[in-house]
């Protein structure tokens, strides 16, 4: 820190020298910024520890932050159990397939409806923008769903309503804005079809966009769970991850299936270290993406969050 | 508008219907590129509209939504008349309010601060420590607080034990819920708006900032004088935006943090709250509709109004 206060008297010193209130602002921002972003990550580090702490430590002292008597228990009972994996694989299916087939037809639908010369540009937008404006609500959806889709307990009503939003669209619509229409052009001129210019000229310029709405796609099928709470029954043993994380905390039965066959007595279950454990296996490799990738959520707030 | 400009292509070809029909043919990849989509949206969203009709039948499984005997507004007037849906809409606007003030006022502070940080590695550092509640999932954001809060070993009541003093026990007690949603919404979403706020500060010319820093501005004044006025825009269009919003409500958040716990529900229950219990554990399809059109009709009304003041204060942002 000390060796930045000097970059920064270097940096400003030929002009103007630090005032006492700078001193004060930064002073105060270091302090409050650092006691924010604690506290962002701090409910994380007690769902860890309450993880690694037995039962009987739990039971007696309450949740601590640092684990008292550690012991992976909890873990492995998760582990044993299985139904994580399939979870995991479920949800890792979803993810993939969704955010593929979700993608290619924002980046189709995007780049149609911001060519200039496509006549019905104007109404298939408003067409697909009104749906944000105006909604059914639940009841009826709920209804159609089941009644008339006949999706209940399929995990096609999870996968299908997650495919894409009139958001997305309109994000899509924003990056290929800033694409030249002369692209567009000098494919026609080379006798190119609009399939082709589109896959061979403006797919690989909007690369940043489909990265971006990639992923806020991916976001959104790993965090799925309402979809899930709506559609699948307790008949369907498989849930996706967050559904699952859902029952366990919430549901004693869900619990016990979870760690099935391990333990003759249910009152030995590690309730607690359980939830908490699978909480941590179903939210880690989140946290471990998030980093790396939270440049292109933020591109993506730049670019769509207020202009629509 | 798109009639217009086949017309004009036709310009040559002769009659109109030819013009239009020859369009259509000639613009047909484009058209199935959309096709996709307009499927999607046709069966996700704009299907379910006929079945609004429910909210004013008495629903019964026998005859379904067109089967079920007609009761007009029977069911708007009962949810009226108990006072439900003024308790709703209450609980849904006072605490939008609260996220959309609290929210922005803290997003703005947090850009301010992080915009006076000189050191890029704290910057980076801090960003992705705040960024992390916003890719969770709701469901992990109930645990989180569960964790914290829960009455026999919640990390909160550790301390308090620890300290010698009484425990708390907020999952019994509704009056402490508004207090604890506004802080964890806060909490899951500032670090995404403060990137908002911040790529605005950005966008405020450096040079002014500088001229004056030269004419001897100090911080508070540059932070007061400046900054301050250049984030107007941005947080007058936001707050419109939000005003649109204004009675939908985040239902991840409450259902995941209070859930089923019917004590809390006088303070924590909104219009999304009572739809999902209603259709979902109830099976009261049309009460659930009846409330779930009021919210609509009353969304569309107010992204209306918000769209149109927009489009007069700041016409580039408007949404249509």
């Known amino acids: 820190m000390a060796k930045n206060k000097d970059l920064d008297l270097m940096e400003s010193g030929s002009k103007v020298k630090i005032g006492i209130s700078d001193m004060i602002i930064r002073g105060f921002g270091y302090f409050f910024v650092t006691l ?130 009139p958001w997305l669209i309109i994000l899509m619509k924003n990056f290929v804005k800033a694409i030249p229409h002369e692209i567009t052009e000098s494919g026609k001129i080379d006798g190119a079809g609009d399939m082709r210019i589109f896959i061979d000229l403006i797919l690989p310029m909007l690369k940043p966009a489909l990265a971006t709405i990639g992923l806020f796609l991916a976001l959104g099928y790993w965090n799925e769970w309402y979809q899930s709470s709506l559609f699948l029954s307790s008949r369907i043993a498989v849930k996706p991850l967050q559904f699952q994380l ?12 979870s760690v099935a066959g391990q333990y003759v007595s249910v009152s030995d279950i590690p309730t607690e270290s359980l939830k908490m454990a699978t909480a941590v296996l179903a939210t880690g490799p989140i946290v471990f993406l998030y980093p790396f990738v939270q440049k292109y959520f933020i ?3 730049t670019v769509g969050a207020v202009k629509g | 508008m798109g009639k217009g400009k086949a017309v004009a292509a036709s310009a040559t070809g002769g009659k109109k219907k030819r013009g239009i029909r020859e369009t259509l043919w000639k613009y047909r990849t484009l058209e199935l590129m959309c096709l ?40 708007f007037q009962f949810l009226a008349e108990s006072g439900k849906l003024f308790e709703l809409t209450k609980n849904t606007i006072l605490y939008n309010l609260a996220f959309i003030i609290l929210g922005n006022i803290l997003a703005i502070f947090v850009a301010i601060l992080l915009n006076e940080m000189r050191s890029k590695w704290f910057k980076k550092v801090s960003q992705t420590m705040m960024f ?21 070993y919640g990390f909160v009541n550790t301390i308090l034990v620890k300290l010698g003093l009484e425990k708390w026990g907020p999952y019994s007690d509704p009056t402490v819920w508004p207090v604890l949603l506004v802080i964890i919404h806060l909490w899951q979403q500032t670090g995404y708006n403060s990137v908002v706020y911040f790529a605005a500060i950005m966008g405020i010319d450096a040079e002014i900032i500088e001229a004056a820093k030269v004419d001897g501005a100090n911080g508070f004044q540059k932070i007061r004088y400046i900054i301050l006025p250049g984030l107007r825009p941005t947080l007058v269009i936001l707050l419109l935006f939000a005003m649109g919003g204004i009675v939908k409500g985040n239902f991840g958040l409450f259902y995941n943090v209070v859930g089923t716990n019917s004590i809390l529900f006088p303070t924590t229950d909104i219009i999304e709250t009572y739809v999902y219990r209603a259709a979902t554990t109830e099976f009261n399809f049309s009460r659930a509709s009846a409330v ?6 009353i969304g569309f009304i107010m992204v209306m109004i918000s769209n149109f003041v927009v489009k007069k204060i700041e016409p580039d942002y408007s949404l249509f």
């Open chain 2, 292 to 297: 779930g059109l009021y919210q609509s009709i």
């Open chain 1, 246 to 257: 859902y029952k366990v905390v919430n549901e004693a039965q869900a619990l016990k299936n």
């Open chain 1, 36 to 165: 924010y972003a604690l506290a962002c990550v701090f409910p994380f580090l007690i769902i860890i520890g309450t993880s690694f702490t037995s039962e009987t430590v739990i039971r007696a002292e309450g949740v601590k932050l640092i684990p008292k008597e550690a012991t992976l228990q909890a873990y492995e009972m998760v582990v044993h159990g299985g139904l994580i994996w399939k979870s995991y694989g479920l949800t890792i299916t979803l993810t993939l397939c969704g955010t593929l087939l979700g993608l290619s037809i924002i980046a189709m639908t995007g780049y149609a409806l911001q060519r200039k010369d496509f006549p019905l540009r104007n109404g298939i937008s408003f067409y697909i923008y009104f749906t944000s404006l105006f909604s059914a609500g639940l009841a009826p959806y709920y209804l159609l769903m089941t009644q008339t889709y006949h999706l209940k307990d399929s995990y096609f009503a999870v996968f299908l309503p997650l495919l894409m939003s």
């Open chain 2, 36 to 75: 996709p989509a307009i499927i999607f949206f046709f069966m996700f969203s704009y299907m379910p509209l006929p079945g609004i009709y429910v909210a004013f039948v008495n629903y019964n499984y026998q005859g379904g939504i067109f089967g079920s005997p007609f009761i007009g507004l029977q069911n």
């Open chain 1, 299 to 301: 591109g993506g707030i």
């Open chain 2, 132 to 152: 992390l509640p916003y890719f969770i999932s709701q469901v992990l954001v109930g645990i989180l607080v569960y964790n914290l809060l829960n009455y026999d």
